[in-house]
């Protein structure tokens, strides 16, 4: 083309090329159309870039055996990156566990295991133990080192501008660790590290109930209450790492002295072990939070009672959220989360009474899709979604091979 500077057709085919590589890499398995609307490019430009980048060998046809249009024949045709052109890892580490998982660029999951760390463990040793168990999975996988594309970590507390875990982390072994730095040079590959509920919050967006949704916060509810912010597919950490730490919102100034320092925080009065706790002084017995929610479930009253005060405390901070924040939707998972209804309807109600009514009105609230799964899914949409600022808003192939410690 005269005028045109020289190359400048070539770099632009270069940049839809990328655009469409970038899309596949965020969604997974998808049909040209919906790369078309990740990109933003026509339909016609995405098919004629698929077609050159399935003769390189860079995509692959997958079979639809999940998705039919209702009413539509022919199922659309779907595309993927070529899983042989890398492979992702996610780890999360919590209370008593690590779970470690490897997902190839068509977000499949080729490994994923779980192993039970001890009640006290520190963070050092449960790095190098994560660190051995990937280099066996790759082993095991045949895959060879140069094809990880990075590694994505979940560690249960705030991570500062720094690298270094905060002092209100739920565990007292990861206060002060240096998680990406120790993990890059353990494993000797990028590493990415996100607080736990940053990363259910992503991957409850990504690839559970949170899809589709533009402004979506997760609510980890368990041994400590957090919470994760996904604004149009991109987390928000604030300046110093500490956004999303609603379990810190003060919900009784003169109530018990929290692990931060302050009083009457609201995981004081919600968190797991507070739950736990009320009920066991009532019934002069000890229960774990797992036991509150399973005789609330089985019908006993003070349990339920418990369960419901928990849920308008919580209902109090997340009225205030979504005042702030005026989400679309707000995603609650975690252990305590698992008691369903009977600590939702009251949280909601709670919400409905002090949200301002129309951002009260905005939001949907509603059950976590992946369970106790979200933080490792997480961790590996972190490493598979980067520079992905586009909605996905469809399910990923996500299937499962459990190999047992
Ligand atoms: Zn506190």
Redesign the pocket.
């Known amino acids: 083309m005269r005028g045109e500077p020289p190359g400048a057709l070539a770099l632009l085919r270069e940049s839809n090329r990328d655009k469409v590589l970038q899309a596949l890499r965020a969604l997974g398995v998808a049909s040209r159309p919906e790369v078309a609307r990740h990109t933003g490019l026509s339909r016609s430009t995405v098919s004629t870039i698929v077609a050159e980048l399935v003769d390189e060998g860079l995509i692959v046809s997958r079979a639809n055996g999940r998705r039919q249009a209702a009413g539509s024949g022919r199922p659309p045709a779907l595309i993927a990156l070529n899983p042989s052109g890398g492979m992702a890892v996610g780890m999360d580490f919590g209370k008593r566990h690590l779970s470690i998982a490897l997902a190839d660029l068509s977000h499949e999951i080729v490994a994923e295991e779980r192993v039970v760390l001890s009640a006290d463990y520190q963070a050092e040793e449960a790095m190098v133990t994560a660190a051995k168990r990937v280099e066996r999975l790759l082993t095991e996988a045949a895959t060879d080192r140069s094809r990880v594309v990075g590694v994505g970590m979940g560690i249960p507390g705030p991570i500062h501008e720094s690298g270094l875990v905060g002092s209100s982390a739920i565990l007292p072994g990861w206060v002060g660790a240096a998680p990406q730095q120790r993990m890059s040079q353990l494993l000797e590959l990028p590493v990415k590290v996100g607080n736990d509920a940053s990363l259910g919050a992503l991957a409850e967006y990504a690839w559970g109930a949170g899809r589709g949704a533009g402004v979506v916060v997760y609510l980890k509810l368990a041994t400590g209450i957090g919470s994760g912010i996904v604004i149009d597919g991109l987390l928000f950490d604030g300046v110093g790492g500490t956004a999303g730490e609603i379990?810190?919102t003060t919900i009784d100034d003169e109530g018990d002295l929290?692990?931060?320092g302050?009083r009457g925080?609201l995981?004081t009065l919600a968190g797991g072990p507070a739950i736990a706790q009320l009920v066991s002084r009532s019934l002069g017995e000890k229960l774990e939070p797992d036991d509150v929610i399973r005789r609330a479930v089985e019908g006993d009253a003070g349990c339920r009672r418990a369960l419901a005060d928990a849920g308008r405390h919580i209902g109090v901070a997340v009225a205030n959220l979504c005042n702030l924040v005026n989400p679309e939707r707000i995603v609650v998972g975690g252990s305590v989360g698992q008691a369903g209804a009977l600590l939702l309807d009251p949280l909601m109600e709670s919400v409905s009474l002090r949200a301002i009514p129309s951002a009260a009105e905005d939001v949907e609230i509603v059950p976590g899709e992946l369970g106790e799964r979200a933080e490792l899914l997480g961790a590996l949409a972190f490493v598979l979604r980067v520079a992905s600022t586009v909605p996905a808003g469809r399910t990923p192939a996500l299937q499962t091979t459990d190999i047992n410690p």
Request: aromatic share 0%.
């Open positions: 379990g810190h929290c692990r931060c302050n925080c995981e």
